[in-house]
């Protein structure tokens, strides 16, 4: 069966921090992962990652791929209020479904 | 033990058919969501509900329907489908007023040819 592990189940940290989420997955017939922000409708979508080593970055977020290794990290640095949110991973199977982590929940405290 | 359940797992019907994808969630959860991914990855959300409550996304064709017979359930039915209306739909649920993490079914890909 599918599996996709994320840690910290939660995570509370100061303005300004810097922060690192793990996604680790098992999966038949990878595709790709992805990465959600949700807050309190529907998830915002990141990025998506295919390839091993190839760091994606976005503002104060970056993500990057290790298909050996079977993880993800997703990093933000600098913190703010508005980072505070459940992020979400999912691996995308070759006929696009895809699982979902538990999540981490993330609080910036001011 | 999977939390939130859809079925099928893969839909491929022609255009002008009604179809149905059924989700069911054994976490005890009061609301249930349909979302459709797009082939951009985004996630938009469709409909949420609960026992008292229907919201509907005012951008989703009134083709589409959800219909919920029981807290656990929460069904998609579609009418006259569209070659647009090809997508993954994800159904997910949490706990009612609770603003954190839903948890989501692995998706229907639907393919209307």
């Known amino acids: 069966e599918d599996k996709v592990v994320q840690s910290p189940l939660s995570l509370v940290v100061h303005e300004g921090d810097t922060v690192t989420l793990n996604c680790s997955y098992e999966v038949t017939n990878f595709r790709s992962l992805l990465w959600y922000k949700q807050e309190k409708k529907a998830p915002t979508f990141l990025f998506m990652l295919t390839s091993s080593g190839i760091e994606k970055k976005s503002g104060r977020l970056s993500s990057i791929l290790d298909k050996k290794e079977l993880f993800s990290i997703l990093n933000i640095t600098a913190t703010q209020t508005g980072d505070s949110a459940v992020y979400l991973c999912?691996?995308?199977?070759?006929?696009?479904?895809?699982?979902f982590g538990s999540g981490t929940q993330l609080t910036v405290l001011p | 033990d999977t939390a939130v359940s859809q079925t099928p797992k893969y839909l491929v019907t022609q255009m002008g058919n009604d179809k149905s994808i059924k989700c069911e969630q054994n976490?005890?959860?009061?609301?249930m969501y349909w979302y459709k991914q797009d082939s951009k990855k985004f996630l938009k959300i469709m409909f949420s509900?609960?026992?008292?409550?229907?919201?509907i996304n005012e951008t989703v064709p009134n083709r589409f329907s959800p219909k919920s017979p029981d807290k656990a359930h929460l069904n998609l039915h579609i009418n006259s489908l569209e070659l647009g209306d090809s997508a993954v739909y994800f159904c997910a649920s949490n706990r009612k007023g609770a603003n954190t993490e839903a948890f989501f079914g692995q998706g229907t890909r639907l393919t209307v040819v």
């Open positions: 999912a691996v995308e199977r070759s006929a696009r479904q895809l699982t």
């Open positions: 976490l005890g959860h009061d609301t």
């Open positions: 509900y609960n026992n008292k409550e229907l919201i």
